[in-house]
Every structure is written in C-alpha cells, then in structure tokens.
C-alpha cells in the first residue's frame, strides 16, 4: 500500500489574502465550484494541470520560527534571478541567498511570504543543465 499527497497545508492569519498572493506566485486559480472569498477561514487553490493543491487554513497563532516543511520553486520562463526579481515586486521578502555558494551560477534564494513562511528559488533546468558540468550538484534549501 501507498498514500499519495492530496493538497500541502499552509497555516496563516487570513486565507483568502495569502490564497490571492500564491496564485500570483503559481499561476494557481481557484477550485471549480468552490470559489475562495475574503472571510473564507478555509482556502484552497489547484495548479492548472490540477494535479497539486495548496490549502490554507486560519489559525490563531501567528509563525514563530523557521518552517519545517517549505516549498522549492523552479522558473518556469526566464532565469532564477528573473523570477526573484517577479517575486520582491510581487511582494516576497528575502530571507537568505545562496547564490553562488557552489561556484557562479548555483545556489537558490530564501524568500518570505507576506505571512513569513518561507520558500526557495531554484535556478531553471536549462540554468542548471548548462552548469552540471561545472558544479556536479543538486539543488537544494
């Protein structure tokens, strides 16, 4: 037997805000027939494909540390240092860059929502591809 992953839960302050930032970070949009509204304690949106899901639900207590469980983001267009770019105008905080930390052009960023959960930005395949030779290494946060 084997389970499979049904949808990634994210506690925060105000679903319905922090749902509307994370579309414009995934391109994500609401489930069919199940529209998030501001108020909504429980907000669910699904990737394109719909093949992954991001729930978030409301909770009391605000974040305190570090997440032990986060999401690593790969550009779909242009390179990483674009979609960082896309991300600080979109509202994202950066918390920590390890850019070149393996030699020029590796490494990723640690940024921030507007709630303080944290994710990364992997360089692209093609970014990655064109250094393998040169750094050997896996991505990772």
Same mark, same amino acid.
């Given at each position: ?15 319905? =805000? ?9 391109? &994500? ?72 930390? &393996? ?8 940024? =921030? ?17 064109? =250094? =393998? ?9």
């Amino acid at each position: 037997m084997t389970a499979r992953v049904a949808h990634t839960t994210v506690d925060c302050r105000d679903a319905f =805000a922090l749902s509307q930032w994370w579309k414009g970070v995934l391109g &994500y949009g609401d489930v069919e027939g199940d529209p998030n509204l501001p108020g909504h304690e429980e907000c669910m949106i699904v990737s394109p494909d719909g093949t992954h899901r991001l729930l978030f639900i409301e909770v009391p207590e605000g974040k305190t540390v570090k997440n032990r469980l986060h999401l690593d983001l790969e550009p779909v267009e242009g390179s990483r240092d674009d979609e960082l770019a896309r991300l600080l105008a979109h509202g994202a905080v950066e918390v920590a860059d390890h850019r070149g930390q &393996y030699g020029p052009g590796t490494g990723w960023v640690v940024l =921030a929502d507007p709630e303080g959960n944290e994710f990364c930005i992997l360089r692209t395949l093609a970014e990655r591809e064109g =250094a =393998a030779g040169a750094d050997g290494l896996v991505e990772g946060s």
